[in-house]
């Protein structure tokens, strides 16, 4: 089994930053894919953004410039640096991590979800 526990949400005014943490932990052989996505109320969750295990990333338009996302594969931990936050930024985050156990066989994993409130 595989576990993925968030920290680092919380309420900030408009441009402020947040960082978010996700580490996996459990029965782990790799990791290849690990994103954030995030889900306002009302509205479908979507993809933020994600990196692959060599470093490649992928943003969502409405974050490009102001979003990084970053990995630490020895610590099996992705992050999410979040600068001039907007209110329309406020949602619960979700970290998902796409995780071979035992190879070949992979499965999606999801967070709890960590709050995100940016107040204007």
């Known amino acids: 089994q595989v576990q993925l526990v968030e920290s680092g949400g919380g309420l900030v005014q408009a441009g402020g930053s947040l960082r978010l943490s996700c580490a996996a932990s459990?029965?782990?052989?790799?990791?290849?894919?690990m994103g954030w996505y995030r889900q306002a109320p009302g509205k479908q969750r979507e993809l933020v953004a994600s990196i692959t295990s060599g470093g490649s990333t992928n943003y969502a338009d409405s974050v490009k410039g102001r979003v990084t996302i970053s990995r630490d594969n020895a610590k099996n931990t992705v992050y999410l640096q979040m600068n001039s936050l907007k209110p329309e930024d406020t949602a619960v985050y979700y970290c998902n991590a796409k995780v071979v156990t035992s190879p070949p066989y992979e499965y999606s994993y999801w967070g709890q979800g960590t709050q995100v409130t940016v107040s204007s």
């Open positions: 459990g029965s782990i052989f790799s990791i290849n894919f």
